[in-house]
């Protein structure tokens, strides 16, 4: 009778001389393939990724509900989720230059997380439309300055000679991603219990939340010396490589206010259900995280410069087949999946760069200006003139100006990596 011989697992360097590393990568336990724990502090930036998203997550999608609840026209709500956008262009730079001047991020991001807080225990006690307003422009002021200085302290403990460690980097930054989505799943649930009118509480005990998660950071590791005054951010983008470099950050970010604002309106107007929709945009943020999660196996085959081009590249088919084949449900589910690429890819490289371009005490400014250019002017813009194109032509030329919107990210991600190869050219070795 014929007998299954047993199987005999060789040491790793045996394994490796016979089969090659896939042979030694198979005879592994399966826990050898998952990545390694984070190394303290990270874990705590990972929490405070985690919170921070999620507390997006219940605000942007129920805060129009609410803001309804209370009375409110359809114009006034869109002033007022508006107010994101602006604050993002005073914000952030506020707390950047803060930050870099003082080098105390982590104690600012407590001071922020604390207005979050005290600003959403005051939407509890105001109904009419200027008060309501007002609160929310505050909590937005005060969340403005978490992500700056929170991507600065961050970039600097995964700093070391080859740049920014992109693989420890996405697997923190993947939780925020996590957040967001448990945070849109949980609390529709839990508003339909309960009912919109306790959404203001909600909203104060997930900041309290922040709060705490921004109490487990450690102190800044960044020696910051106070003998010299810190050096100009704004004269840096005289560069050529600097300035493209945020031109391509617009507009490539330009193109997607299309998909945030506007995409479930487009696919609601073509006759998709309220499920298709949902499982698109759940498709969307899966891919995401699964780029985040593994981004450290392969970011580095390309250079941040390359990347941007191929994001770039990528969006423009995106929003492309999103415009003229919106009516077929396998072409937007493949543009869907694309944003593994468009926005984790993108921003992943976003964060590389700023941490070349914007050296030492000039970067947490330098991650400010991102959000600014990158997310509160072409915000602005991209709302209301997307907005505007709807209205007088439809929501087909508003998704084909997004992908010409794209197509220019490119042209000038493109301009900054030529930038930087003749400045490399005329310095001498």
Same mark, same amino acid.
């Given at each position: 009778?014929?007998?299954?011989?047993?199987?005999?697992?060789?040491?790793?360097?045996?394994?490796?001389?016979?089969?090659?590393?896939?042979?030694?990568?198979?005879?592994?336990?399966?826990?050898?393939?998952?990545?390694?724990?984070?190394?303290?502090?990270?874990?705590?930036?990972?929490?405070?990724?985690?919170?921070?998203?999620?507390?997006?997550?219940?605000?942007?999608?129920?805060?129009?509900?609410?803001?309804?609840?209370?009375?409110?026209?359809?114009?006034?709500?869109?002033?007022?989720?508006?107010?994101?956008?602006?604050?993002?262009?005073?914000?952030?730079?506020?707390?950047?230059?803060?930050?870099?001047?003082?080098?105390?991020?982590?104690?600012?991001?407590?001071?922020?997380?604390?207005?979050?807080?005290?600003?959403?225990?005051?939407?509890?006690?105001?109904?009419?439309?200027?008060?309501?307003?007002?609160?929310?422009?505050?909590?937005?002021?005060?969340?403005?300055?978490?992500?700056?200085?929170?991507?600065?302290?961050?970039?600097?403990?995964?700093?070391?000679?080859?740049?920014?460690?992109?693989?420890?980097?996405?697997?923190?930054?993947?939780?925020?991603?996590?957040?967001?989505?448990?945070?849109?799943? $949980? &609390?529709?649930? =839990? @508003?339909?219990?309960?009912? %919109?009118? +306790? !959404?203001?509480?909600?909203?104060? /005990?997930?900041?309290?939340?922040?709060?705490?998660?921004?109490?487990?950071?450690?102190?800044?590791?960044?020696?910051?010396?106070?003998?010299?005054?810190?050096?100009?951010?704004?004269?840096?983008?005289?560069?050529?490589?600097?300035?493209?470099?945020?031109?391509? $950050? &617009?507009?490539? =970010? @330009?193109?997607?206010?299309? %998909?945030? +604002? !506007?995409?479930?309106?487009?696919? /609601?107007?073509?006759?998709?259900?309220?499920?298709?929709?949902?499982?698109?945009?759940?498709?969307?943020?899966?891919?995401?995280?699964?780029?985040?999660?593994?981004?450290?196996?392969?970011?580095?085959?390309?250079?941040?410069?390359?990347?941007?081009?191929?994001?770039?590249?990528?969006?423009?088919?995106?929003?492309?087949?999103?415009?003229?084949?919106?009516?077929?449900?396998?072409?937007?589910?493949?543009?869907?999946?694309?944003?593994?690429?468009?926005?984790?890819?993108?921003?992943?490289?976003?964060?590389?760069?700023?941490?070349?371009?914007?050296?030492?005490?000039?970067?947490?400014?330098?991650?400010?200006?991102?959000?600014?250019?990158?997310?509160?002017?072409?915000?602005?813009?991209?709302?209301?003139?997307?907005?505007?194109?709807?209205?007088?032509?439809?929501?087909?030329?508003?998704?084909?100006?997004?992908?010409?919107?794209?197509?220019?990210?490119?042209?000038?991600?493109?301009?900054?990596?030529?930038?930087?190869?003749?400045?490399?050219?005329?310095?001498?070795?």
């Amino acid at each position: 009778m014929w007998r299954c011989p047993r199987r005999r697992w060789l040491p790793r360097h045996e394994a490796v001389g016979r089969f090659g590393r896939l042979g030694a990568w198979r005879l592994r336990s399966p826990s050898a393939l998952l990545p390694a724990p984070l190394p303290a502090p990270l874990p705590a930036f990972a929490l405070l990724s985690f919170t921070y998203f999620a507390a997006l997550g219940l605000f942007n999608p129920y805060a129009p509900l609410w803001f309804k609840e209370l009375g409110f026209t359809t114009w006034a709500i869109g002033g007022i989720a508006a107010l994101q956008s602006c604050t993002r262009i005073v914000g952030p730079y506020a707390w950047g230059w803060l930050g870099d001047h003082t080098g105390q991020r982590v104690t600012l991001i407590r001071l922020a997380c604390v207005g979050c807080v005290v600003s959403a225990l005051s939407l509890s006690f105001v109904e009419s439309l200027w008060p309501v307003a007002a609160v929310t422009a505050l909590l937005f002021l005060a969340n403005s300055g978490v992500v700056p200085l929170y991507e600065t302290s961050l970039a600097y403990l995964l700093s070391n000679s080859q740049g920014l460690d992109a693989g420890r980097y996405g697997r923190v930054r993947v939780w925020g991603s996590v957040g967001f989505i448990a945070s849109v799943a $949980v &609390f529709g649930l =839990v @508003l339909e219990r309960l009912g %919109v009118r +306790a !959404f203001p509480w909600i909203v104060a /005990a997930m900041n309290a939340l922040l709060l705490w998660a921004a109490t487990r950071l450690p102190r800044s590791h960044e020696q910051v010396s106070t003998d010299e005054p810190a050096p100009a951010a704004l004269h840096l983008l005289k560069k050529p490589e600097v300035a493209w470099f945020f031109a391509s $950050v &617009f507009f490539t =970010v @330009l193109a997607h206010t299309a %998909v945030y +604002a !506007f995409f479930s309106l487009y696919l /609601a107007h073509l006759g998709y259900g309220k499920s298709a929709i949902g499982g698109l945009w759940a498709v969307a943020v899966a891919v995401e995280i699964l780029f985040f999660w593994t981004q450290g196996r392969f970011f580095s085959k390309l250079s941040p410069h390359g990347w941007l081009q191929v994001v770039a590249a990528v969006a423009t088919a995106r929003f492309t087949a999103t415009a003229s084949a919106g009516h077929l449900g396998w072409v937007l589910l493949v543009a869907q999946m694309s944003h593994a690429v468009t926005f984790a890819a993108h921003h992943a490289a976003c964060i590389s760069l700023i941490h070349q371009l914007f050296p030492g005490r000039a970067r947490g400014r330098g991650q400010a200006l991102y959000t600014i250019l990158g997310y509160g002017l072409s915000g602005v813009l991209g709302g209301f003139g997307g907005g505007w194109l709807i209205e007088r032509m439809g929501y087909e030329p508003t998704f084909w100006a997004a992908s010409a919107a794209a197509a220019l990210g490119w042209l000038c991600a493109r301009q900054s990596a030529r930038a930087v190869q003749k400045r490399l050219v005329r310095t001498p070795a």
